[in-house]
C-alpha cells in the first residue's frame, strides 16, 4: 500500500464517523518490532489466496484497540521467510502506553508471530521512507543427509559447496550495481539499481551461512543471489563468472531461486529517523 493511502486508512476507527469525544483524543502513531516464522505463512503483504503476516496483525491490532487497522510494513518478505525485526506502523486513539502494546498483541497472536517491542514515533513516520541498511542471512546445511532439526529454517544440500570459492564471487556484489539480473522477471519496479553494502559467506562445520547487507534488495534478490553462490560453490562456474552474470543484466544469467526456508531477516537498522 502506497504511504498516502495508508495515512488515510490507518487507525480509522471502526471505518465510519467517529464516535462521541473522539476528537478530543489524537491519533497515535505506534512502530511495532515483529519477529514471526514464515513457513505457515504466505509472505508479508496481504493477499487474497492465503494467510500472510500482515493480515494477521490487523487483525490482531483492531481486535485489541477496536478500530479497523491496517498496518504499513518495513519489508514484504516473500512465503516462507522469517524474520527477527521486520517493521510496522499504524495510527491509534487508544490511551494505553505504547510499550503495553507489545504484551496485549502478543496475548492475541499465534505462537510464530511475536511483537518483540512496541513503541511511539512521531505522527510523520513511516517505516518506508526512512533510509535503512537491511540485513539478510541465509542458511545452507551442506552434509550428506538433511536434520529434520533445521529443515524450516535452513536449505539442505548434499552436494559439496566450497565456500572459499563461494566468497570470492560474493566479492563481485558489493557496491551499488544494476542487480536486474537477480530480480525475479515478476517484479515491478523503476528501477533494478541497488546497494550492496556487506556480503560474506562463512563456514562452520557443515553449516554455511550467507550474510549480506543493503539500502535495499529487489524482488526474490537475496534468493537468486543465494542460488547462484551455491551454484560457484559447487564448481558450476569459476568465480569470476560472477561479473559476468551481473553485468549481463539477465535474469536467465543468475542461477536458480534459493528455497525460501533457508532465509531470515535479521537486522534492519534505520538511518535516520
Not at 491509534?92 to 492475541?108: E, G, I, S, V, W
Request: charged fraction near 25%.
Amino acid at each position: 500500500m502506497r504511504e498516502k493511502e495508508w495515512e488515510g486508512q490507518a487507525g480509522s476507527p471502526g471505518g465510519g464517523e467517529p464516535g462521541r469525544g473522539e476528537h478530543e483524543i489524537p491519533l497515535r502513531r505506534i512502530r511495532l518490532t515483529v519477529a514471526y516464522d514464515g513457513t505457515n505463512y504466505n509472505g508479508w503483504q496481504y493477499q487474497p489466496n492465503g494467510t500472510t503476516i500482515e493480515e494477521v496483525l490487523n487483525g490482531a491490532i483492531s481486535d485489541l484497540t477496536g478500530e479497523r487497522i491496517r498496518i504499513a510494513g518495513a519489508s514484504r518478505t516473500d512465503a516462507g521467510v522469517h524474520a527477527l525485526c521486520n517493521y510496522a506502523a499504524f495510527d491509534t486513539r487508544m490511551r494505553m502506553p505504547a510499550p503495553k502494546f507489545a504484551y496485549a498483541l502478543n496475548q492475541r497472536l499465534p505462537e510464530d508471530i511475536r511483537i518483540r517491542r512496541s513503541e511511539e514515533v512521531r505522527a510523520g513516520w513511516h517505516p518506508r521512507s526512512c533510509r535503512s541498511i537491511k540485513t539478510y542471512e541465509y542458511r545452507i546445511l551442506n552434509e550428506e543427509f538433511p536434520n529434520p532439526l533445521e529443515r524450516l529454517y535452513a536449505h539442505f544440500t548434499y552436494v559439496p559447496l566450497d565456500a572459499e570459492r563461494m566468497r570470492e564471487a560474493a566479492a563481485f556484489l558489493v557496491g551499488e550495481h544494476d542487480f536486474k539480473s537477480f530480480c525475479s522477471l515478476h517484479a515491478q519496479v523503476e528501477t533494478t539499481v541497488r546497494e550492496i553494502t556487506a556480503l560474506t559467506v562463512e563456514r562452520d562445520g557443515s553449516r554455511i551461512l550467507i550474510r549480506v547487507s543493503g539500502t535495499g534488495f529487489l524482488y526474490n534478490m537475496v534468493r537468486i543471489i543465494a542460488g547462484t553462490l551455491m551454484e560457484i560453490g559447487a564448481g558450476k562456474y569459476p568465480p569470476a563468472r560472477m561479473r559476468e552474470i551481473l553485468e549481463a543484466c539477465d535474469r536467465s544469467a543468475a542461477g536458480p531461486t534459493a528455497p525460501a526456508r533457508g532465509l531470515t531477516l535479521v537486522e534492519y537498522r534505520f538511518l535516520q529517523e
